[in-house]
């Protein structure tokens, strides 16, 4: 049966997260707020956060330099999936990415489905590997974070998850939660 494996040690990971939006702030950025206390609260450590204009050298430049930082081995964005002209993340994710992870984007959805309905076929959520750190890319609507998170990334990323988690995925991890 999936879940966690209490018997297991848990292993924090570094984290950063980045909302792409060209109107919030600090103040104003409840999803990537959400996202932030949510890791945290989970175990994890972040790195970094920040906002970038939804722009795609802007946002390349960002995950560019927080992958070369080894911390960081998971960067969440939040904003720009949707399909609005000035919507871009995923056409600036993705050249990053050596793989696409499609079962994020396929659980992502069948658990939005259950909060806003069909409207979830407006996402194009995407998650994948860029050098040996992942990238996961969610609406930014609050809400379309807290469906990201719980019950999704938060077992991902939680190296007690069973069968498997990306933890194990990770170099500093390979041999301890494989």
């Given at each position: 049966m999936p879940g966690i494996d209490p018997s297991l040690?848990?292993?924090p990971l570094g984290m950063a997260v980045l909302t792409i939006s060209d109107t919030r702030t600090l103040e104003t950025d409840t999803s990537?707020?959400?996202?932030?206390?949510?890791l945290q609260t989970a175990g994890h450590v972040l790195h970094a956060r920040a906002i970038v204009t939804d722009?795609?050298?802007?946002?390349?430049a960002y995950?560019?330099?927080?992958?070369?930082?080894?911390?960081?081995?998971?960067?969440?964005?939040?904003?720009?999936t949707g399909f609005s002209p000035r919507d871009n993340t995923?056409?600036?994710?993705?050249?990053?990415?050596r793989r696409e992870m499609d079962g994020f984007s396929i659980a992502f959805h069948q658990k939005s489905l259950t909060t806003v309905g069909v409207s979830s076929m407006q996402s194009r959520a995407?998650?994948?590997?860029?050098?040996?750190?992942?990238?996961?890319?969610?609406?930014?609507?609050?809400?379309?974070?807290?469906d990201a998170w719980d019950g999704l990334l938060e077992l991902e990323c939680d190296?007690?998850?069973?069968?498997?988690s990306?933890?194990?995925?990770?170099?500093?991890?390979?041999?301890?939660c494989a």
């Open positions: 040690p848990f292993h990537g707020g959400l996202l932030a206390e949510r722009d795609i050298p802007a946002i390349q995950l560019r330099a927080w992958l070369a930082r080894p911390e960081i081995e998971v960067i969440l964005t939040t904003g720009g995923p056409e600036a994710v993705r050249p990053l990415l995407l998650a994948g590997q860029a050098g040996d750190a992942f990238i996961f890319c969610v609406p930014g609507s609050t809400g379309a974070c807290r190296s007690r998850h069973r069968p498997c990306i933890a194990g995925a990770l170099p500093r991890l390979r041999d301890v």
